[in-house]
């Protein structure tokens, strides 16, 4: 890069903007254009769709680019699809179309909360543009195959174009940095194995928590790419498991650890950055069974580290369920659909109509913005942006637009205005509502000669399109509240639930295994969610605690049932009236803590279960 080119940039930056999205917006933006003006060519309806398509699909690098792309392509041949089918059940019966919408628009949004990566946002993008198809072909239904085909071309169109060029000048994910971040936290884990042998503490299982779990938030944009990418995170998932494994252990009040053990845990400790393979520890012969657990999980997790542990990773993966936020996906289905369902029965009742433009702004806000940890307040910003948007649109259409003599001077009117883009979306101050912005000006632009409505009809739709964000807003505030203390209180009542089915009897051992690590990392995302809070919450960071330490106990209990041989049956009848004690509720807890002091005055001292119960008094 040119001092020339430096010296105009820090300009800009004294002026606030920032310099990587100054320039990624730039390169954004003359893609966008090149795709309105192709699509313009090719004669389709809509040309500014494509250029729509071109910022939705731009991405910091170049893996994301290219599978957010693909996804975009699927999720919207399956909205089209959907879209078509009902406005033909519409014409049959006008219920059926909002209806149908509703109910396709809350599952898809529902079920892309429960899914990770691109392939969430193709499941909601499937459902809101339905919604684009059907609802803009209310005036003229018997166009609806004509429509589905424009907005199947446009966003051909925007998508091979964003991809195409797009590829050239988005630059590689960094090589090494998902492998580095877990040496790092993996040496952390080590570490805090020889500080709490010198010196017991709970802190060293939070401070660990707390890496793993910001870790752990990231795994999935690390995964999009390729199946490889997709390869590395399984295995990174497994050494997360093992981070974790160690982290819980080190609840254990004290670690009795011989000197040669220390040091052997801290030549690892050292070699942990640059280090090509790791050998396993040995075993100190006429070890507690306790210490031995501790060296069986530093194995686990050095050999996890080991790029070619095909054994480790093969057998740990079928055990590797991950959370699933059921609840929070159950919600946003039914804020999605009622919103949804009310406005369009409104629609029905009245024949207003600006109602149709209204249910399409809602039906993305209701479906992108539910996966938010504060949507409420992410609304203020779209609102902003949309009207500032829509001011921009009616700016065009009646100041600018008079002056263009074809479709094409509208077109290259246009260029001025998505110039602005680059300026909103990189200052500081409009970032957060800069995408906004530019979607609802390029959809209220439709560069037809002559211009097909009047402004009062133009107005009605720009004023409708900000109100979808202004309602959504009282629906995410209202309509089970999505805010971060809820979604942690929602979190950790879901695991509080999940933990009692842990406690079944009968279970097999990879029905534990799977209870386990999907409980873990439910947990995990709760601690993470805690962290962010502007002020901490200390006493959920020791409840989080607590739970872990009970999972850990429940799981110790039911695998010392399944081995016969280690425990007598009278204390196996203590085991399982414990579990059936915490396995319902009403249940008193005065009775379980009894039981379990009894239970450790009968286990031999040194034993696993033993120190658990040590953990969890």
Not at 276 to 290: D, R, V
Not at 300 to 311: D, E, R, V, W
Not at 398 to 403: A, D, E, F, H, R
Not at 437 to 463: D, E, R, T
């Given at each position: 890069m040119s001092s020339a080119t430096l010296s105009f940039l820090s300009l800009f930056e004294r002026a606030g903007f920032d310099r990587n999205r100054l320039t990624f917006a730039f390169k954004t933006a003359t893609v966008a254009f090149i795709a309105l003006v192709v699509a313009q060519a090719l004669g389709l309806e809509h040309p500014q769709w494509s250029a729509m398509t071109v910022w939705a699909t731009a991405q910091p690098m170049r893996e994301h680019l290219l599978e957010k792309g693909l996804w975009r392509f699927l999720g919207t041949i399956s909205g089209i699809i959907v879209g078509v089918a009902l406005i033909f059940a519409g014409q049959w019966q006008p219920w059926a179309l909002v209806l149908g919408l509703a109910l396709w628009v809350g599952l898809c949004s529902g079920i892309g909360l429960l899914q990770r990566g691109m392939v969430a946002y193709g499941t909601i993008l499937a459902g809101y543009s339905a919604a684009m198809v059907a609802l803009l072909s209310t005036a003229h239904p018997e166009h609806v195959l004509l429509l589905g085909l424009d907005r199947f071309l446009t966003i051909a169109v925007g998508v091979v174009l964003a991809m195409g060029l797009g590829y050239f000048f988005t630059p590689k994910r960094p090589a090494h940095t998902l492998s580095d971040a877990l040496r790092a936290t993996s040496a952390a884990c080590l570490h805090s194995v020889l500080s709490q042998a010198k010196s017991p503490a709970s802190a060293h299982t939070t401070d660990l928590l707390q890496k793993i779990a910001l870790l752990d938030e990231g795994m999935d944009m690390h995964a999009i790419g390729s199946l490889k990418s997709r390869q590395r995170v399984q295995q990174a998932r497994l050494v997360l498991l093992a981070q974790l494994n160690l982290a819980l252990y080190l609840q254990q009040p004290q670690l009795n650890l011989s000197e040669d053990l220390q040091a052997?845990?801290?030549?690892?400790?050292?070699?942990?950055?640059?280090?090509?393979?790791?050998?396993?520890?040995?075993?100190?012969?006429?070890?507690?069974?306790?210490?031995?657990?501790?060296?069986?999980?530093?194995?686990?997790?050095?050999?996890?580290?080991?790029?070619?542990?095909?054994?480790?990773?093969?057998?740990?993966?079928?055990?590797?369920?991950?959370?699933?936020?059921?609840?929070?996906?159950?919600?946003?289905?039914?804020?999605?659909?009622?919103?949804?369902?009310?406005?369009?029965?409104?629609?029905?009742?009245?024949?207003?109509?600006?109602?149709?433009?209204?249910?399409?702004?809602?039906?993305?806000?209701?479906?992108?913005?539910?996966?938010?940890?504060?949507?409420?307040?992410?609304?203020?910003?779209?609102?902003?942006?949309?009207?500032?948007?829509?001011?921009?649109?009616?700016?065009?259409?009646?100041?600018?637009?008079?002056?263009?003599?074809?479709?094409?001077?509208?077109?290259?009117?246009?260029?001025?205005?998505?110039?602005?883009?680059?300026?909103?979306?990189?200052?500081?101050?409009?970032?957060?509502?800069?995408?906004?912005?530019?979607?609802?000006?390029?959809?209220?632009?439709?560069?037809?000669?002559?211009?097909?409505?009047?402004?009062?009809?133009?107005?009605?739709?720009?004023?409708?399109?900000?109100?979808?964000?202004?309602?959504?807003?009282?629906?995410?505030r209202f309509i089970f509240p999505a805010h971060p203390s809820k979604r942690l209180q929602h979190l950790l009542t879901m695991v509080r639930y999940e933990t009692r089915s842990l406690c079944a009897p009968h279970l097999q051992a990879d029905q534990v295994l799977a209870k386990r690590t999907r409980l873990i990392h439910s947990l995990l995302r709760a601690q993470r969610l805690n962290d962010k809070h502007a002020q901490s919450n200390p006493d959920i960071a020791a409840d989080i605690l607590k739970q872990l330490a009970k999972i850990e106990l429940i799981v110790g209990l039911q695998q010392s049932l399944q081995d016969h041989a280690q425990v007598s049956s009278s204390t196996r009848r203590l085991m399982r009236a414990v579990l059936k004690t915490w396995q319902s509720p009403e249940r008193d807890a005065q009775q379980a803590t009894h039981m379990l002091q009894v239970l450790h005055q009968r286990l031999p001292t040194f034993t696993l279960l033993h120190l658990m119960l040590n953990t969890a008094q």
């Open positions: 052997a845990i801290a030549a690892c400790t050292q070699a942990m950055p640059s280090a090509t393979a790791f050998t396993t520890l040995p075993t100190p012969p006429q070890t507690h069974a306790a210490t031995a657990e501790l060296v069986s999980l530093i194995n686990a997790l050095l050999l996890a580290l080991n790029p070619s542990s095909q054994t480790t990773r093969t057998h740990a993966y079928t055990h590797l369920h991950l959370h699933r936020n059921w609840l929070g996906a159950a919600h946003t289905f039914v804020r999605s659909f009622s919103v949804l369902g009310a406005v369009g029965l409104l629609w029905l009742y009245t024949g207003w109509s600006f109602l149709p433009f209204m249910m399409l702004g809602l039906s993305v806000m209701l479906s992108i913005f539910a996966s938010f940890e504060n949507p409420a307040w992410f609304m203020r910003y779209v609102t902003l942006g949309q009207a500032m948007g829509a001011g921009a649109a009616l700016v065009c259409m009646w100041l600018v637009w008079p002056l263009a003599h074809s479709s094409w001077q509208m077109v290259w009117w246009m260029l001025p205005f998505m110039a602005s883009c680059v300026f909103i979306y990189a200052h500081k101050r409009s970032m957060l509502a800069s995408f906004d912005y530019i979607m609802v000006m390029l959809i209220l632009l439709q560069p037809s000669f002559p211009i097909h409505i009047g402004f009062a009809q133009s107005v009605g739709n720009a004023v409708s399109v900000v109100m979808g964000p202004a309602i959504a807003l009282l629906a995410y």
